[in-house]
């Protein structure tokens, strides 16, 4: 298959993917004598490889506690049952890559719903629009932040203003409206929500379906990393000593004390 790499060059490489996905799920489901799937996609790319992965389980499957440590190796989000369906190597996580691996894998054809598990940064390419660091950012809202001295609109650090929730219908609006506005400048991407391209197809149905329920958030950047990253900023703040001479050492953390602090 022909993808591209950093430099936007084309590139040659091989791609492994299921060329049948209703068949690999029926023949799975029978298997495991799972009577209702549900299709949980994960994908990630890193290291020079795009991964596409496949949770197929019973669509009412809940397992408790006791049965989760009994079963670890076997349950159905476990390591040994995780499938890959879709897999590229030697090219970087850019949205023409991404696109033409989900493609090849006719998702808008499965008999099921999906959800798709992937990072932030991923959903973004996914649906269209620019990074986080833009100014409409989020991939689940049309959300904005305002700075909290001048309560301005701002990219940088701020209070986050909610808006209407994203829905694949709603990017295409302002990516077209964008388009025939200003001939694509990017420069002016804020003003449009920040959609630059048409989310690409996963379902059939998908036009109004909130994107949130599409992608369910991602738990390592929005519940861990994001909430203590900002919890040991404030700590630096208040009390810059103890944190930056006692408390990274302590802990073995690396922290550069890069910013002036009084």
């Not at 190796?73 to 989900?102: A, I, Q, S």
Request: aromatic share 6%; with cysteine.
């Amino acid at each position: 298959a022909t993808y591209i790499d950093k430099d936007g060059n084309d590139i040659e490489t091989v791609q492994t993917t299921v060329s049948d996905m209703n068949d690999f799920i029926r023949e799975i489901a029978k298997v495991r004598n799972i009577r209702k799937p549900k299709i949980i996609l994960g994908c990630d790319g890193g290291q020079d490889k795009i991964l596409v992965t496949a949770i197929i389980m019973e669509e009412d499957e809940c397992l408790t506690e006791d049965d989760e440590k009994v079963l670890d190796c076997y349950k159905p989000t476990g390591k040994n049952r995780v499938l890959v369906v879709g897999k590229v190597d030697g090219v970087p996580e850019n949205r023409h890559n991404v696109e033409l691996l989900l493609n090849s894998l006719q998702l808008p054809e499965l008999k099921q719903e999906i959800e798709v598990v992937c990072d932030l940064k991923l959903i973004s390419i996914i649906i269209g629009i620019q990074t986080s660091s833009a100014m409409f950012g989020c991939p689940y809202g049309e959300c904005h932040k305002i700075d909290e001295d001048t309560n301005e609109m701002t990219n940088k650090r701020g209070l986050y203003v909610t808006g209407s929730m994203r829905t694949c219908n709603n990017i295409v609006e302002n990516q077209k409206a964008w388009l025939k506005a200003t001939n694509g400048d990017r420069t002016n991407l804020k003003y449009f929500k920040n959609c630059e391209f048409e989310p690409m197809k996963l379902r059939k149905d998908q036009g109004d379906q909130e994107i949130i329920f599409m992608f369910p958030p991602d738990p390592l950047h929005i519940n861990y990393l994001g909430p203590v990253n900002d919890a040991l900023e404030l700590l630096e703040k208040m009390y810059p000593i103890v944190m930056c001479e006692e408390f990274y050492v302590k802990h073995n953390m690396k922290k550069e004390w890069t910013r002036k602090r009084g």
